[in-house]
């Protein structure tokens, strides 16, 4: 029997938003006791998603809406995300964290790292860093890419210690914003809401303590394709239907799949539910119309990623077991 792995991505959008809507509620009411639901919108799909659940959920009076751009932001997400706050008529805080993040050092230090590489970069270049080796079935590495003010573009591969501290320095960033999403969380008796999809959350695509922190999840189940198609079904702006997905971390244009995954997010999601339906190489291989042996190093490449970012799945290990505390989320049937 033949097997249309992107058909099976097609839900029932309707039903779906009521699942969502009533779970939201639910975990409000019983688990968090919280008033309502905080949503930090940067402009992509996933955070536009989100607003508009949670929405959905306790109504646009209960939603606070928070714009964090800085210095890297591209300026087409931060109008995006005002056209969200237009759209539901959201109680919202638009805050540059630029200067927070200059004194707290992140741009001096990540600098410091990319002048290691690139000794002539200065604060009028701009930069990203790609993954590479991937996408061909080989074993991934990353690249550090520089543009200087004439528009040349150079390109070199970044040794650990130097991506290490470049991605620590851009960490600032989604811990910054989260510090105040829970200020205005604990001001409003609020609950924080978490953007990542179920691609992120399975491949550790978040920032520990940072994007990857909330209270709520509401769509860490679904595939970006399935985002997307709430996002057209609850009729959000046209510009952010049809926005690609990118990190908006970095100055230079970088989609998400040039910095982390093996494939562009479409692509990623039939092959993420190839692997959890237990399909072997083969069939994903027929669906996207490659080899197996790169199919199979994608499904080495999933494997390998669950493994080394599962500790950002976790909170802190005590030493000896803690009698007492239930630190278990709830289970909802």
């Not at 978490?194 to 550790?204: F, H, K, L, S």
Request: aromatic share 10%; charged share 25%.
């Amino acid at each position: 029997m033949s097997i249309n792995l992107t058909a099976a991505l097609k839900i029932d959008e309707s039903a779906e938003i009521a699942k969502i809507a009533e779970r939201l509620r639910e975990i409000l009411r019983s688990h968090l006791h919280r008033r309502g639901l905080i949503v930090a919108i940067s402009g992509g799909i996933d955070s536009a998603v989100c607003a508009a659940l949670a929405v959905q959920a306790v109504g646009a009076e209960r939603v606070f809406g928070l714009l964090m751009p800085e210095r890297d932001s591209v300026s087409d997400s931060t109008l995006r995300g005002r056209m969200m706050v237009k759209q539901f008529g959201l109680a919202h805080e638009e805050f540059n964290i630029a200067p927070v993040l200059d004194a707290l050092g992140c741009y001096r230090w990540r600098d410091d790292a990319i002048r290691a590489v690139f000794p002539a970069y200065g604060a009028d270049w701009k930069n990203k860093i790609i993954i590479a080796g991937g996408q061909t079935g080989h074993f991934n590495y990353f690249k550090l890419v520089v543009q200087s003010p004439d528009g040349q573009i150079f390109e070199e591969r970044l040794d650990s210690k130097n991506y290490l501290q470049i991605v620590a320095a851009t960490n600032f960033k989604q811990r910054v914003r989260k510090t105040l999403e829970y200020f205005h969380a604990d001001r409003l008796n609020y609950a924080v809401v978490g953007t990542p999809n179920r691609v992120e959350y399975d491949q550790g695509f978040f920032v520990k303590n940072g994007d990857g922190s909330a209270d709520v999840k509401p769509i860490a189940h679904l595939y970006k394709t399935q985002v997307y198609a709430l996002a057209r079904y609850l009729k959000l702006p046209e510009e952010i239907c049809n926005a690609q997905p990118t990190t908006d971390t970095y100055s230079m244009a970088q989609g998400q799949d040039e910095f982390y995954y093996a494939l562009p997010y479409d692509k990623m999601d039939v092959a993420l539910l190839a692997y959890n339906r237990g399909e072997p190489p083969a069939v994903l291989a027929k669906e996207l119309a490659i080899g197996v042996d790169q199919a199979e190093f994608i499904y080495r490449d999933i494997e390998a990623k669950r493994k080394t970012t599962a500790m950002l799945h976790w909170s802190g290990i005590p030493i000896e077991t803690v009698i007492g505390p239930n630190n278990k989320p709830p289970i909802l049937d």
